[in-house]
C-alpha cells in the first residue's frame, strides 16, 4: 500500500511539473504610443496577417508570480547604455560598461508583491550572451530598491544596473517576478 501511494504521488508530481511551461511574452499589454492606422489610396490589395508587437520602452507587459493573486504591469520606462557611476568610488571593471533599465513596477494583484527586482532582471546581447544586474549607483537616478514590499495599487520605481562587455550591444531587456523564477519572463526590444 505504502508503495502504491509512493507512485501515485510520484505520478502526480511529475504530471504537475509538466504543465508548468515557462513563457517569454514580447508583446505588451499597453503600449506607450497608440498606433494610427495609415491611409492610403490605392486599391485594396489582400490585407497583411498582422505582425506580432514587440515590447520597446515605454511599453507595459503584464505579469503573474507563482503565488495566487501575485500580478505586477512592468514598464521599462528608460534605457541608458552608458550609465555613470552617482560616486567616484564605484566603476565598471576595465573592459566593460554600465547599461541600465529604469523600470516602473506597480502591483496590479490582490497580495503585496515582495520581491529582489534586480534577481529577475537580465539583458542580451546580439551574440545571445546574457548578463544579470550588478549592484551600483548611477547618475540617471535612484536604484530599485533591492527589497521591495508593495502594496496593491502601488508602484515601484527604479534603475536596475548590468556590466557588459564595452563591445556588447545589449539588444533585449528581460525581467520576472519572484527573482526570476515566475513562469512568466517580460522581454523588451532596446536595439
Known amino acids: 500500500m505504502r508503495r502504491t501511494t509512493t507512485a501515485i504521488a510520484a ?17 505588451p499589454s499597453k503600449s506607450s504610443a497608440a498606433e494610427a492606422p495609415a491611409k492610403s489610396s490605392a486599391p485594396a490589395a489582400e490585407p ?18 507563482n503565488e495566487d493573486g501575485e500580478k505586477v504591469d512592468a514598464v521599462l520606462k528608460k534605457w541608458v547604455t552608458d550609465a555613470k557611476p552617482a560616486d567616484d ?10 547599461v541600465a533599465a529604469q523600470f516602473e513596477l506597480t502591483n496590479t494583484g490582490s497580495t503585496p508583491y515582495a520581491d529582489s527586482p ?4 537580465q539583458v542580451a546581447d546580439g551574440d545571445g550572451q546574457r548578463f544579470q544586474a ?3 549607483e548611477i547618475t540617471a537616478g535612484p536604484a ?6 508593495v502594496p496593491p495599487g502601488e508602484k515601484a520605481l527604479g534603475w536596475i544596473v548590468f556590466e557588459v562587455p564595452k563591445a556588447s550591444k545589449i539588444s533585449t531587456v ?17 536595439s
Open 48 to 65: 497583411e496577417p498582422p505582425k506580432a508587437k514587440v515590447a520597446k520602452v515605454g511599453d507595459t507587459i503584464s505579469l503573474k508570480g
Open 118 to 121: 534586480s534577481n529577475g532582471a
Open 144 to 149: 530599485m530598491t533591492s527589497s521591495a514590499k
Open 89 to 98: 568610488f564605484s566603476e565598471p571593471q576595465p573592459g566593460t560598461k554600465w
Open 134 to 136: 550588478t549592484f551600483a
Open 11 to 27: 505520478v502526480g508530481l511529475l504530471f504537475a511539473l509538466a504543465a508548468c511551461q515557462d513563457t517569454i511574452t514580447t508583446e
Open 174 to 190: 528581460q525581467f520576472a517576478l519572484n527573482s526570476g523564477f515566475a513562469e512568466q519572463t517580460g522581454q523588451w526590444a532596446v
